[in-house]
Nanobody
Framework: QLQLVQSGGGSVQAGGSLRLSCVAS?????LGWFREDQGKEREGIAT???????TYADSMQTRFTISIDTSKNTVYLEMNNVQPEDTAMYYC?????????????????????????WGQGTLVTVSS
């Protein structure tokens, strides 16, 4: 089964930047980033296909950038001008390798039944 290992995160001041990484143990057609704050529903940020095609949730594209380095099996989330409301647990997710999840099926909407493999999560805390 595909394994996802996250790194990055931590504490940052408002207005700062942060990069999260997610290393996959193998190939996946579709990977994404989601976040979850205490007491709130999980929120999708962005998804990316192995080809590099991206889809962002509404309002996320202005400060978040998803990218992929297929030579390293790694998906990144660049976070810029972070704000206290960005404080949350951030998770990467992936579709199982045998599922061809492309196009409109590779989306950051919640839920996405195809993105059912999850990283361990990483906490991002933004202070004002």
């Amino acid at each position: 089964q595909l394994q996802l290992v996250q790194s990055g995160g931590g504490s940052v001041q408002a207005g700062g930047s942060l990069r999260l990484s997610c290393v996959a143990s193998g190939y996946s057609y579709c990977l994404g980033w989601f976040r979850e704050d205490q007491g709130k529903e999980r929120e999708g940020i962005a998804t990316i296909e192995w080809t590099g095609s991206t889809t962002y949730a509404d309002s996320m594209q202005t400060r978040f950038t998803i990218s992929i380095d297929t030579s390293k099996n790694t998906v990144y989330l660049e976070m810029n001008n972070v704000q206290p409301e960005d404080t949350a647990m951030y998770y990467c997710a992936a579709a199982p390798p045998h599922l061809v999840v492309t196009g409109s099926f590779c989306h950051p909407g919640v839920p996405n039944e195809y993105l059912n493999l999850w990283g361990q999560g990483t906490l991002v805390t933004v202070s004002s």
